[in-house]
């Protein structure tokens, strides 16, 4: 897949041109949503401001978690909010550890809206990541929503989408009902 930009600063430029337009989240089978995102290399004010901004489309379209390249910007940076932890900012986050051990639950996502599906994961994850700060810190989730969310997460950092995990035609018909509930 190629990329749609060059480096952080193009990156953070695209940050300055979405602060101004009106929030969006990329639907599937956008493009957008399939690029390898970029590592923050300095976590600079746009960046807060960018969180403040992914929190606000989160919020306002029901999500649990969002990832940065979900709204266009191809950065390695995600929001989540499990309802149970204070809502926090994973930046650069990476899988240290699965389980091997799976376990099925139904999932959705905000780029694939109105439709969900019952989607095999590892039952346990431990990620590393960096805070708004810069500050690393490493977290562990086991048989919960957070433990599922961490995965979904950083599967958008990679341009992968949960439905990528089902069959084709799963997928067609998901993407189906996906289109008629867009166009309720
Ligand atoms: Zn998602």
């Known amino acids: 897949m190629q990329l749609l930009v060059s480096d952080t600063k193009s990156c953070i430029k695209i940050i300055g041109k979405r602060l101004m337009s009106t929030h969006e989240i990329l639907y599937y089978p956008d493009p957008r949503l399939r690029v390898i995102s970029h590592p923050i290399e300095k976590i600079e004010p746009d960046i807060q401001k960018l969180v403040d ?6 919020y306002q379209h029901g999500g649990g978690g969002l990832a940065a390249p979900q709204i266009g910007v191809p950065l390695r940076m995600t929001i989540i ?9 994973l930046i650069n986050p990476e ?9 099925k639950n139904e999932e959705g996502c905000l780029s694939v ?3 969900s599906a019952e989607i095999e994961r590892p039952h346990a994850v431990k990620v590393k990541a960096l805070d708004i700060s810069g500050e690393p810190f490493e977290i562990e989730a086991s048989d919960n929503y957070l ?17 990528d995990y089902l069959s084709a035609l799963k997928r067609e018909r998901l993407a189906k009902d996906m289109k008629k509930f867009l166009k309720k």
Request: charged residues 30%; negative net charge; glycine residues 4%.
């Open 147 to 163: 433990a599922r969310c961490l995965q979904h997460e950083i599967d958008h950092l990679y341009g992968k989408l949960y439905i």
């Open 53 to 58: 901004e992914m929190f606000d489309i989160m």
């Open 95 to 103: 899988i240290v550890e699965l389980s091997t051990r799976k376990v």
């Open 113 to 115: 809206p109105g439709v």
């Open 81 to 89: 909010d499990d309802k149970e932890h204070k809502p926090f900012v």
